[in-house]
């Protein structure tokens, strides 16, 4: 049964209360109001210290919280962060903190900022790191190291840390003199937008003291491009004489904040629109044009759609090999289509796929300049626009009817099955809800029910695929849109790996949501097993506490539910405590198919002693 809250009772003594966006939070620092928006040192070389030229170019690009550990080795700095109105959040792990820059980052669209001491602290970085570099988040990652005259001589926590992030960061700036502090700070916001994704900020510990003159401008912006105009002309010349096109929006199309283009681009050619793998959020889910998600377990009706292009027009996409595996048994990729693709990174350009055309351009531009031609000048797929959605439109609504009828539990069944608790979890969200996922088999489920009518609401682990990341990540999400709804969908399995941040969520009162599917298994390598393995279990069975009780001792809100009608309230009570909390939802050990079926084959054995198992 749902249990409900209790009045809470704090458990910690939290001296400072500050004021952020207009609502009261706690916190273990403190900021001040008012700041300079103009002082002299954007025109003019001023003196300053070290720690003031890190920490005003930190200001001068926009960065109000950082995420991270105290460490001695920042210390200098972290003491006059209250004074440049930047709020350090601190953490459980240096591996959420990236994830909370991550998701501050994704809903933000502005740099996410982390920091940890040298060494220890910086090592944990690395799974966090790599996360954002495949999910393109423009995250700067402040890697403090050992004093640059001990360098070499094994000293305390040193470590040669530039190696250790050189594939999974787009820039990496060393600061070799405090002189350059400024110079490489900047340097490091700038190409984190410009590139999309991570970079390293390396500086040698003994390199935050000492006096400097220096200049801080404020961020420059690079005008982007709707691409070169011959490769427009193509990409319009096949679309207008395609008979059957369709558009895939990608993770592209919501950094360039292009949502809206792609709309209006959609209604003059009048072509359904497919989302990518874990881009739900790319395209609204209420335009009738709208057909879902490709990838694990997406949307039917927009593979059905897909497998029947002639022409496809990949906007904002790098193309993933991953988002267009077969699923359900069926290999939907257009082998024969014409594709366009579309991407501010000419290296991704044809990487994964055969294309006739490439765009090197911003997605929301380029669907600007292509409407344009559209709307002057119809193309040839309008005239028939009737029968292709209304064909579309079946196939949507067989897909609904289907997914409606696998969302049960079975008629005296107990436990719930995870199908049933996802569609009750779609029916409670709220329109304005951002949501984050975790890997897993149950979470990687939610693909298909995850429906969003606005941007910048799905943040989801992405390519790097790896556990722990919904919970930090929602936590940075709620902090860059505290008027919204935060909520991360977690496995039984990956929880433990975050659960230690529902401790920040009270300190630095962050209400984040955690759903969590217990069903006492990881599930996503149990389905291998059962598979491959003959049901032989090493590893993947797991023995739970309550994870809603848990959260209560740590202070937080916590509800267990076992019933699919306590599913949409216990949400909706969450949400309207303002307080973070755990959702806990028992379900069945039910599994849904493997990521990728060519990932394995069936065992061999040689040895006599092994010979059983197979």
Known sequence: MAAGLKSFKPLFSLQNHIRLSNRVTFSTSQTLQNQ??????????????????????????GTKNIFGIVGSAFMDSLDIFP?????????????????????YARVTNKPGVCIAQNGPGITNFVTGVAAAFWAHSPVVVITPETGSLGQGLGGFQEMNQLPTFSEITKYQAHVCSPKRMAEFTNRCFHYAMMERGPVQLNIPRDHFYGDVTAKIPAPMAIERSAGGPEAIAQAASLLASAKNPVIISGGGVVMADGVDQVVKLAESLQVPVCSTY???DSFPSDHPLWMGSLGYMGSKAAMNTISKADVVLALGTRLGPFGALPQYGFDYWPKNAKIIQVDINGRKLGLTNDINVGILGDAKLTSEALTSIFEANAPACVGTAGARL????????????ELTSLSVTPAGQDVMEPREALRELEKAMPADAMVSTDIGNICSVSNSYLRFTKPGSFFAAMAF??????FPAAMGAKMGAPERPAIAYVGDGAWGMSLNEVLTCVREDIPAIAVV???????AEKKNQVDFYNNRFQGTNLANPSFAELSKTMGAEGIKVTKPEEVGAALKTLIASGRPGVLEIMVSKTLADPFRRDALSKPVRHLEKYKSYV
């Open 36 to 61: 300079d928006d103009n002082p002299e040192w954007r025109t003019k070389p001023t003196l300053m210290t070290s720690s003031e030229a890190f920490t005003e170019t930190l200001v001068a690009n």
């Open 83 to 103: 004074a440049a109105g930047i709020r350090f959040v601190s953490v459980q792990h240096e591996q959420n903190a990236v994830h909370m820059a991550d998701g």
């Open 278 to 280: 874990l881009h739900n």
């Open 390 to 401: 209304a064909e579309a439109n079946q196939e949507k609504e067989a897909w609904e009817a």
């Open 465 to 470: 695929g790896n556990c722990g990341y919904a």
């Open 517 to 523: 599917f217990n069903n006492g298994q990881w599930g």
